[in-house]
């Protein structure tokens, strides 16, 4: 009676572990599937494997693809490994150490691709060291490459030590801190193209411009509105800046300055030297333009407002 009873205990404890190592990752499948549909309907989610441990979670060729949209997302692993806390003001369960590989996520008029995420509690600070590398972000026609990041993640701010990136011709570095809606950066930009910068803020069909800058600007943002932009950037090396539409023409020259003169050197007028103050009046954003070139000096002020439309006012 006794071998009979322990076969069973036996049996049942095999039965067990079974159903824990195996049906369990089964079913916190589906909790994802059903998840996501809740949360975002018409999102799938699939996964070739799921291991879940009571301190560690491991996914394996995923995809989340929304049915009803363009986003397509999909990745090669994603973990995390969990601690437990022995003190009542920190989370039962928190984050250790996590780790991301995303091959690419489409979205519209966004592409990116080659992402990974790394992430490691810090020892003696609440926050979440974190570390992201992006082959690649494309916006329409515009691409950003060779992105790195190093962030601290807090429980209510986030620390950008410095995001970095080949765009605009050049390099960017961006250093600054997230806080609830409140988003304050230090920009430094070096060797971009004037261009490209143009064609960004909606003015390259207005103007004709190019010249290598390099500068710094400083940007801050809250609850959506853009409350202070201010900033300066210069070149050496000369370039052109040719105002193609004639009505920005009239409206961007400074005063005191004869406007069908101007405007009728501004119609082929290459310069040497090139400085652009960057700052704000509310909600759109000016460019003071002061270009030094053989035909004279030209002073602009040239105005994009916060749909991205330029009228020169």
């Given amino acids: 009676m006794r071998k009979s009873r322990f076969r069973l205990f036996f049996i049942l404890t095999i039965l067990g572990i079974v159903v824990l190592v195996f049906v369990k990752d089964l079913w916190l499948l589906g909790w994802?599937?059903?998840?996501?549909?809740?949360?975002?309907?018409?999102?799938?989610?699939?996964a070739q494997e799921i291991r879940v441990w009571p301190t560690s979670f491991t996914v394996r060729d995923f995809s989340l693809i929304h049915k009803d949209s363009s986003f397509n997302l999909s990745g090669p692993r994603a973990s995390a490994l969990f601690s437990f806390s022995p003190f009542f003001r920190q989370p039962l369960l928190y984050v250790k150490k996590a780790d991301l590989l995303v091959d690419s996520v489409d979205s519209g008029p966004w592409q990116l691709r080659a992402f990974s995420l790394a992430a490691q509690r810090h020892s003696h600070w609440p926050f979440l060291q974190a570390r992201m590398?992006?082959?690649?972000?494309?916006?329409?026609?515009?691409?950003?490459?060779?992105?790195?990041?190093?962030?601290?993640?807090?429980?209510?701010?986030?620390?950008?030590?410095?995001?970095?990136?080949?765009?605009?011709?050049?390099?960017?570095?961006?250093?600054?801190?997230?806080?609830?809606?409140?988003?304050?950066?230090?920009?430094?930009?070096?060797?971009?193209?004037?261009?490209?910068v143009m064609d960004l803020v909606g003015g390259g069909k207005a103007v004709d411009a190019t010249g290598v800058y390099s500068g710094e600007v400083i940007l801050s943002w809250r609850d959506g509105n853009l409350l202070d932009l201010r900033g300066v950037l210069d070149s050496a090396t000369g370039g052109r800046f040719i105002i193609t539409d004639p009505a920005l023409a009239r409206e961007a020259i400074s005063p005191g300055q004869n406007q069908n003169i101007v405007i009728e050197n501004l119609k082929n007028y290459y310069y040497d030297i090139g400085k652009i103050e960057l700052r704000n009046s509310g909600q759109d954003i000016k460019m003071d333009v002061v270009l030094q070139g053989g035909t004279g000096r030209r002073s602009l002020e040239l105005t994009w407002h916060a749909k991205g439309q330029d009228d020169g006012s």
């Fill in 32 to 46: 994802i599937k059903g998840g996501f549909g809740r949360l975002w309907p018409g999102a799938g989610f699939s």
């Fill in 133 to 196: 590398t992006l082959g690649s972000l494309r916006f329409q026609d515009k691409e950003f490459k060779n992105i790195s990041a190093s962030v601290w993640i807090g429980s209510h701010q986030l620390l950008i030590h410095e995001i970095r990136a080949q765009a605009l011709g050049g390099d960017i570095r961006l250093k600054g801190s997230l806080q609830g809606d409140s988003f304050s950066a230090v920009i430094r930009f070096q060797g971009i193209d004037l261009k490209e």
